[in-house]
T-cell receptor
Framework: NAGVTQTPKFQVLKTGQSMTLQCAQD?????MSWYRQDPGMGLRLIHY???????DQGEVPNGYNVSRSTTEDFPLRLLSAAPSQTSVYFC?????????????FGSGTRLTVV | KNEVEQSPQNLTAQEGEFITINCSYS?????LHWLQQHPGGGIVSLFM???GKKKHGRLIATINIQEKHSSLHITASHPRDSAVYIC??????????????FGKGTKLSVIP
């Protein structure tokens, strides 16, 4: 049972490049979400999904796209990377509508945009 | 928008001490979460509270809905409790939509 798998663990992008951060879970959880963590800012919710085909915006959605075509996968796309998107990104999944209740987090992706 | 404040920002304790971390929020919520982030970065969900008190091992979480305040207590602290503790206010608005606002975290260091 792998839990929540995030890839890659580290990534360096040039300004303007695009990329996809992958998040996959094998626990049949309905609820999945993406966060960024910045020094001095704490965690912030980017996008979330309450089930396949359903996504919604969190606090800081600009510059990011998501889709949820299957229960297992919830990729986060950076459309045109900017230095302000340098951050550590976490994905989480949960069986509860209350986001974190019983949630499992991925190990994080450290992204640097130069 | 909900404002979530944690105190203290940093806390150093001797092993065995009783620890209290506080979290205040500005508007009504559906639930309050406590998370633990280990020094290596991994995040673990500790508690979800909508009222009263919960206990898990040496960790106790309480919430006062009227005062919009929650506390996380650690009894008989141990160096392995050293981590960043984060509270998050969850406002569920129905039909699958919610707002989630985080505190900036409290860094706890427990010295042997």
């Amino acid at each position: 049972n792998a839990g929540v798998t995030q890839t890659p663990k580290f990534q360096v992008l040039k300004t303007g490049q695009s990329m996809t951060l992958q998040c996959a879970q094998d626990m049949n959880h309905e609820y999945m979400s993406w966060y960024r963590q910045d020094p001095g800012m704490g965690l912030r919710l980017i996008h979330y999904s309450v089930g396949a085909g359903i996504t919604d915006q969190g606090e800081v959605p600009n510059g990011y796209n998501v889709s949820r075509s299957t229960t297992e996968d919830f990729p986060l796309r950076l459309l045109s990377a900017a230095p302000s998107q340098t951050s550590v990104y976490f994905c989480a999944s949960s069986y509860s509508k209350y986001a974190f209740y019983g949630a499992t987090f991925g190990s994080g992706t450290r992204l640097t945009v130069v | 928008k909900n404002e979530v404040e944690q105190s203290p920002q940093n806390l150093t304790a001797q092993e065995g001490e009783f620890i209290t971390i506080n979290c205040s929020y500005s508007v009504g919520i559906s639930a309050l979460h406590w998370l633990q982030q280990h020094p290596g970065g991994g995040i673990v969900s500790l508690f979800m509270l909508s009222s009263g008190k919960k206990k898990h091992g040496r960790l106790i979480a309480t919430i006062n809905i009227q005062e919009k305040h929650s506390s996380l207590h650690i009894t008989a602290s141990h160096p392995r409790d050293s981590a960043v503790y984060i509270c998050a206010a969850h406002a569920y608005s129905g039909a699958g939509s919610y707002q989630l606002t985080f505190g900036k975290g409290t860094k706890l260091s427990v010295i042997p």
